[in-house]
Nanobody
Framework: QVQLVESGGGLVQAGGSLRLSCAASGRTSSSYATGWFRQAPGKERELVAGISWSGYSTTYADFVEGRFTISRDNAKYTTYLQMNSLKSEDTAVYYC???????????????WGKGTLVTVSA
């Protein structure tokens, strides 16, 4: 089992930045890929960004448009999402997930955090 805890969400003005963190505990000896997903009110959950265990492979949703960067520090069992140039449409609950790279890409990871709310004011 892997437990994931997100932090770093909050209220920010449009154009501002936030850095989300996802701390893993439990079965951290396994080599999991991780991903950030988000779910806005009334919408389905969607992949924002994913990163392989090694960090060599990353993927981003089209709507990111170069504004976000995913990274990880395996020594700290933590994955980050640096979000710049935030827009009001980025408002959502952001979730961290961990599993194989394939399952991250299709949003079928077994391990999920409880989420952190990001609110971007216009």
């Amino acid at each position: 089992q892997v437990q994931l805890v997100e932090s770093g969400g909050g209220l920010v003005q449009a154009g501002g930045s936030l850095r989300l963190s996802c701390a893993a505990s439990g079965r951290t000896s396994s080599s999991y890929a991780t991903g950030w997903f988000r779910q806005a009110p009334g919408k389905e959950r969607e992949l924002v960004a994913g990163i392989s265990w090694s960090g060599y492979s990353t993927t981003y949703a089209d709507f990111v448009e170069g504004r976000f960067t995913i990274s990880r520090d395996n020594a700290k069992y933590t994955t980050y999402l640096q979000m710049n140039s935030l827009k009001s449409e980025d408002t959502a609950v952001y979730y961290c997930a961990a599993d194989s790279w394939r399952l991250i890409l299709i949003g079928r990871a077994d391990y999920w955090g409880k989420g952190t709310l990001v609110t971007v004011s216009a």
